[in-house]
Each structure stands twice: as C-alpha cells, then as structure tokens.
C-alpha cells in the first residue's frame, strides 16, 4: 500500500510541475502594457486557431477621456487600412517552438507596421519582441495577465 501511495504522489508531483513548467501556454486574455509610457493601452485576446497557429485579436483599448474609443488604423495597409482597432486580429501565425513561441506577425497598429515576433512566458507574464530582420534589433513589451 506504501509504494503504491508513493508511486500516486511521485506521479502527481510529476504532472504538476510538468503542468506549470512545460505548459505554459501563451493563450489567454492579456494587458498590453505600453514600452514607452509604461501605460495599460489595450487587451488582446490570443487563441489557438483551427491551423494549430495561434493568434491575437484585440479586444479592447484603454482610451483617455475625449479621445475615440475605438479609433481605425489608418496607418495600416491593405485590408486592415481604416478599420476599427478594436477587433483587429495583430498576431498572425505564431507557431509553438519548445517553450517559445515563434514564426509569426505583430501589427503595431499606431504606425501600420508589421514585424516578426517572438512570445514567451516568464511566470505569470507574457514576453512580446517584435523585430525586423534579426531578433536583436526589435522591441519588447511584457504583457500581463487579464
């Protein structure tokens, strides 16, 4: 009875840590944290598609009094040019790679502009790099939870 109550516990502790170390998913609801202004500016909703990518849409922005609540993108191109911010899909095709998650797009909707991206989570937070070219040169933001 001993080594059975023993192999149930090792096995439980095994699930657990393998739980939080190894399942870290990067889907879930999150704060958008401002880089520069160290301000909460938007929240995104990341999910795993039907392709087995993930994506994120946004979903709601934190606007100042007197400002548009839901402003376009009119510095997007394409099919995203001048439409409604809230709703937009920014995270396009990110891909599971060990514990980081990579292969993707992030659309800074205030400038239009579309870089690969990087996301990963440390602890309860989420690390966001977007670069163009090399991962060194590119911006991070930590995106909390929601």
């Not at 599971?96 to 990963?120: E, Q, R």
């Amino acid at each position: 009875m001993k080594k059975i109550l023993k192999s149930v516990l090792a096995l439980s502790l095994v699930l657990i840590f393998s739980g939080t170390v190894f399942g870290q998913s990067i889907v879930g609801t999150w704060k958008t944290i401002d880089d520069e202004t160290d301000k909460a500016k938007s929240v995104v909703k990341v999910y795993k598609g039907g392709d087995g990518k993930y994506y994120g849409k946004i979903e709601k922005l934190f606007r100042e009094p007197g400002e548009d609540q839901n402003p376009k993108c009119t510095e997007c191109s394409g099919r995203k040019k001048n439409k409604p911010i809230i709703g937009m899909i920014i995270i396009t095709g990110m891909e599971k790679n060990g514990s980081k998650y990579s292969g993707g797009k992030i659309l800074d909707p205030s400038s239009g502009s579309v870089y690969s991206c990087k996301m990963w989570r440390d602890g309860k937070n989420l690390q966001v790099r977007g670069y163009m070219g090399f991962s060194l040169i590119g911006r991070s933001q930590t995106w909390l939870p929601y």
